[in-house]
């Protein structure tokens, strides 16, 4: 992560969240709760984070900021780069693999013309670069969609899926 001297506040809403989150662990685990925040922080900022808002999330728990960025770039659910409006993750472990996972990549990749780990042209969906299992292997083939699960698909489903979506 490169240092940025833009300094951002967090709005009250994610202060409030966050707080939610401190207040479930001991006073000295505030580390505890920096998944979460960074969630919060995700969500209201188009999907992805900034180095700033990271830093904000460190200067609000008290953290080192080596600490929070950890976080942000090992977890497959945060984003540190602009992304789509929407996120695609087709689960690609043994068991959605062997009923046809990358089948159904190819079929997204070509029908939206991208390929994995990168948005589509008109903004709407980006498709994630890899997703370990998503805990859903009784209806695999499986992708999460903005964290909702859709299972046993086929090609036809993933278009209904992704033709609906803004």
């Known amino acids: 992560m490169s240092e940025s001297n833009e300094s951002i506040e967090l709005s009250a809403h994610v202060r409030e969240q ?43 728990l008290e953290l080192p900021k080596i600490a929070v960025y950890e976080v942000a770039t090992f977890y497959s659910m945060l984003e540190t780069q602009p992304v789509a409006r929407n996120s695609v993750s087709v689960c690609t472990n043994i068991s959605c693999m062997l009923r ?9 990749e070509k029908k939206h013309g991208l390929k994995l780990g990168e948005s ?28 909702k699960y859709y299972e046993n698909l086929t090609p036809e489903k993933v278009d209904e899926v992704l033709d609906a979506l803004e």
């Open 18 to 60: 966050i707080d939610a989150w401190v207040a479930k662990y001991p006073p000295e685990q505030k580390r505890s709760a920096v998944l979460s925040a960074l969630r919060e922080v995700q969500h209201e900022n188009d999907g992805y984070l900034t180095v700033a808002l990271m830093d904000a999330v460190a200067g609000y």
């Open 100 to 108: 046809g996972a990358d089948d159904i990549v190819e079929h997204i």
């Open 120 to 147: 589509s042209a008109d903004g709407r969906i980006y498709l994630k670069k890899e997703e370990e299992c998503l805990a859903a292997c009784c209806g695999a083939p499986m992708m999460m969609v903005n964290h």
